[in-house]
């Protein structure tokens, strides 16, 4: 079982930078692909951001290529999401994802194993 808990969300204003984190429980976080989702109310959850086990390899949702950058850190656990040039469409419930099975990047939400509790971003105009 992965326990993962995401911090960092809050209420900013449009142009402003936020940086989530997520921290991942157990001893093998280095062999999880990780992943960032968001859901806004009343749409599908959305694929954000997903990175390798080894964070050689990145790939980005179209709506915040160039504007987001997804991290990890294996010796603290811990996988960021630094969001730039945030607008009021960023806003959403942001959730990341660990995958126990892939090597390279995952973008398809079913192929995530364990998810956190989510963490509020709400970006104002």
């Known amino acids: 079982q992965v326990q993962l808990v995401e911090s960092g969300g809050r209420l900013v204003q449009a142009g402003d930078s936020l940086r989530l984190s997520c921290a991942a429980s157990?001893?093998?976080?280095?062999?999880?692909?990780m992943g960032w989702f968001r859901q806004a109310p009343g749409k599908e959850r959305e694929f954000v951001a997903a990175?390798?086990?080894?964070?050689?390899?990145?790939y980005y949702g179209d709506s915040v290529k160039g504007r987001f950058t997804i991290s990890r850190d294996n010796a603290e656990n811990t996988v960021y999401l630094q969001m730039n040039s945030l607008n009021p469409a960023d806003t959403a419930v942001y959730y990341c994802a660990a995958d126990v099975h892939s090597i390279g990047v995952v973008t398809t939400r079913r192929e995530y194993d364990y998810w956190g509790q989510g963490t509020q971003v709400t970006v104002s105009s």
């Open positions: 990175i390798s086990r080894s964070g050689g390899s990145t």
């Open positions: 157990g001893r093998r976080f280095r062999y999880y692909a």
